[in-house]
């Protein structure tokens, strides 16, 4: 059974097309790196408290890795079943992480389908060397399942460069409904850009940042792209990012007030300064000093400081913050003092515990 984009709730698709914010979705475990459900229960009543309009589970911050552990499927059920009972409403988008070969990517899709995921974000990972036909063929085996979210992940941390002939190929295939765009380049941001106008799908096809290294500016900036002689323009509407599976509540103002900026076409020097600021934040909890080995960590160290993460174990032991990293977390607190929501945490942390 194929699940059809234009099958999706008005409200979804109307969020969707808006822009929200989605945070990554990480993975809560205890000392034994076993699951710790109520934890992982805890940071999706905090991102849904927070205003996130959607979440991101089983994606890279959520590890790649709980699929060989057995914990795809339990992680994505308990983030569904924790949202329905904290009634967060039917507009919620839920978007779950592919990943793999063709047949375990399709088994993914449709695990994430019958458990009420409204799309499928998919990662290309396991097509490093393969030939561009060859992954279209792949994404519109998936897509044949569930709507598409493409996935453009910085190859640093495992990803494939994949040309703007790609991408228009790509935004091509009628069940893809998003992309995020975060190969941490921006002549590789272009390339998404120019193959969604160049496939004509830039109504259906919204894009997304996931250059973390570059929020605020990718949300603000007009991306305009001449098509048959004529010029069109594109924005990026939110933000699927693991930067924003911390601080979220600050994030969400961050996106409300860069929407009624982008508006009212008035961007202050002000909020154009918030671009560097974010950006450092996520050096320190990225861990760019060491090639982002400790990203994860990273975010883990940042919700363990708010008490919603008892630890900041991956399941790969070797997975931690890097020498040096936790003084760097210490000094964008310092730094920026009005960016995290520690104080919105502390005021809801026994609620969601509960």
Not at 275 to 284: E, G, H, I, L
Request: hydrophobic content about 45%; aromatic content about 8%.
């Amino acid at each position: 059974m194929t699940k059809r984009w234009t099958d999706l709730p008005d409200g979804v698709l109307r969020s969707l097309r808006r822009g929200i914010v989605i945070p990554a979705h990480p993975l809560a475990l205890d000392a034994s790196r076993r699951l710790d459900q109520r934890r992982q229960r805890a940071l999706t009543r905090y991102y849904l408290d927070a205003g996130a309009g959607g979440l991101a589970v089983g994606v890279h911050a959520t590890q790649f890795a709980i699929r060989d552990v057995g914990l795809y499927e339990p992680v994505l059920r308990l983030a569904v079943e924790t949202a329905e009972a904290w009634s967060k409403g039917p507009d919620l988008v839920r978007i779950a992480g592919l990943a793999g070969p063709t047949r375990q990517a399709e088994r993914e899709a449709s695990i994430a389908r019958d458990l009420g995921y409204h799309a499928g974000m998919l990662s290309l990972a396991a097509m490093k060397g393969a030939q561009e036909d060859e992954m279209i063929e792949h994404c519109r085996r998936v897509a044949s399942v569930v709507p598409l979210v493409g996935f453009y992940l910085q190859p640093a941390v495992g990803g494939v460069v994949l040309p703007v002939s790609f991408w228009r190929r790509f935004a091509a295939i009628d069940n893809v409904i998003a992309i995020k765009v975060a190969p941490f380049n921006r002549y590789r941001t272009l390339d998404v850009v120019r193959g969604v106008v160049m496939a004509g799908a830039e109504d259906r096809v919204t894009l997304y940042t996931g250059n973390d290294d570059h929020i605020v500016l990718d949300l603000l900036t007009p991306f305009v792209v001449r098509r048959d002689g004529a010029a069109v323009t594109v924005r990026i509407k939110g933000g699927l990012l693991g930067h924003w599976s911390v601080w979220v509540r600050s994030a969400v103002r961050l996106l409300e007030r860069i929407h009624e900026a982008v508006a009212a076409g008035l961007v202050s020097p002000e909020l154009l300064a918030v671009d560097s600021q974010v950006t450092d934040c996520n050096s320190a909890f990225f861990d760019v000093a060491h090639d982002f080995r400790g990203c994860i960590a990273g975010c883990h160290e940042v919700l363990r400081r708010q008490g919603l993460l008892q630890g900041i174990w991956c399941l790969n032991p070797e997975e931690t913050l890097s020498p040096g990293q936790a003084a760097e977390i210490d000094r964008v607190y310092a730094a920026y003092p009005d960016a995290n929501d520690d104080a919105f945490v502390a005021a809801n942390l026994g609620r969601w515990l509960s």
